[in-house]
């Protein structure tokens, strides 16, 4: 299996890769992926904002942007997953070129800016989804909206019946003034909005709200006291940085957010200090530079109670998320944790 997949990662490093993502997408969908399946333990399982998961390594947005391939990647190995951003109208995104490899430094720039079918085409796609498998939808808004607080509650209510969870991102640097939305007065009435919507659906699913690295630490400290005043069910630290320190890559100066391994100190610092300002009050999740099993394990013990990656995907393939799941309960066992919920924030000092 590992042989058949590093074959085709070699041959989609020779193309484009925004459309080498498009064809690893198609081969998902067409069945000629292989897939891990569910991969478990006593240890891994875990909840986190009450969604039962088999283990706590998850699928970021950005990957299956229109919720194309459910099905492959609830069979993958994650213990959950996360489609989107959708928006309400559909919309084509900033021109190409778009997205960057970043080889030497095992990274990638994005300017994406929010390209997706729009919520009508997603919502169709997600009321065919697996029974199996705990499903979120990333939340955005349209670049031209003239409410763009109230764009996370639309799609909300026209999707939130199909879903385990939902997660509002106000963090991408790739739609302007989007991340004006993070300051306290404007994220409090937006989350109003947006847990109101909640009221109306079949079931009130957790909803996430996913930040920026770039805060420094009075600003996250005005996030904690908001998510903590608005009722969020947890917080996922961190999204891409507009940061470029260190890096070495031909395209290291392509405007956009940076993801992958040059982002994973920068957001664990972050994750530490709100689990520190929040107190273990609500969960937290980690993304931002994870490649391997020890990675994922600094995450949870610098606060997380569960991760998400996209970016090492990219160099290490879809089988990344079997392969760091089971290392993961190995690194747990080791350390004698019976949990993952033991470990969590038992180094969280070491990071602030």
């Known amino acids: 299996m590992k042989m058949i997949e590093r074959a085709g990662l070699a041959a989609l490093m020779r193309i484009d890769p925004e459309r080498a993502h498009g064809l690893a ?14 991969v478990t333990s006593s240890r891994l399982q875990t909840t986190v904002a009450g969604l039962d998961l088999p283990n706590p390594v998850g699928l970021a947005a950005g990957f299956d942007k229109n919720a194309e391939a459910l099905g492959p990647l609830t069979r993958a190995g994650f213990g959950f997953i996360e489609v989107g951003a959708a928006t309400p109208r559909p919309q084509g995104g900033n021109p190409k070129p778009r997205l960057f490899r970043l080889k030497d430094d095992r990274a990638v720039i994005n300017r994406f800016g929010f390209n997706n079918d729009g919520m009508e085409v997603i919502a169709r796609r997600l009321g065919a989804r697996p029974k ?13 909206s003239s409410d763009r607080a109230e764009d996370f509650a639309r799609v909300l209510s026209r999707c939130g019946a199909h879903l385990d969870f939902a997660t509002v991102n106000v963090s991408s640097p ?5 991340r004006d939305l993070q300051g306290a007065a404007a994220l409090s009435a937006l989350l109003d909005g947006v847990m109101e919507a909640r009221q109306w659906l079949p079931k009130p699913i957790p909803v996430f709200l996913k930040i920026a690295p770039d805060l420094n630490i009075d600003e996250l400290a005005e996030i904690a006291e908001v998510a903590l005043a608005s009722g969020l069910s947890g917080i996922i630290a961190t999204n891409t940085t507009l940061s470029r320190d ?10 956009g957010g940076l993801s992958g391994a040059p982002l994973f100190e920068k957001s664990t610092r972050v994750l530490a200090q ?14 931002g530079g994870i ?23 990219v160099y290490g393939g879809l089988s990344l998320a079997a392969e760091i799941a089971r290392g993961l309960d190995g690194l747990l066992e080791k350390d004698g944790f019976s949990s993952v919920a033991e470990a969590v924030g038992t180094d969280r000092e070491a990071w602030l």
């Open 291 to 313: 490649s391997n099993a020890n990675e994922a394990y600094a995450k949870l013990r610098a606060g997380a109670s569960a991760v998400q990656l996209y970016s090492a995907l």
């Open 25 to 38: 997408l198609q081969a998902l969908r067409m069945g000629l992926a292989p897939l891990a399946g569910e």
């Open 246 to 255: 260190g890096l070495t890559s031909a395209h290291k100066d392509e405007k």
């Open 274 to 287: 709100l689990s520190k300002l929040t107190e273990g009050k609500i969960p937290l999740i980690g993304v």
């Open 174 to 178: 790739n739609t302007e003034k989007l």
């Open 132 to 144: 199996r498998g705990v499903i979120g939808l990333n939340l955005g808004a349209n670049k031209d």
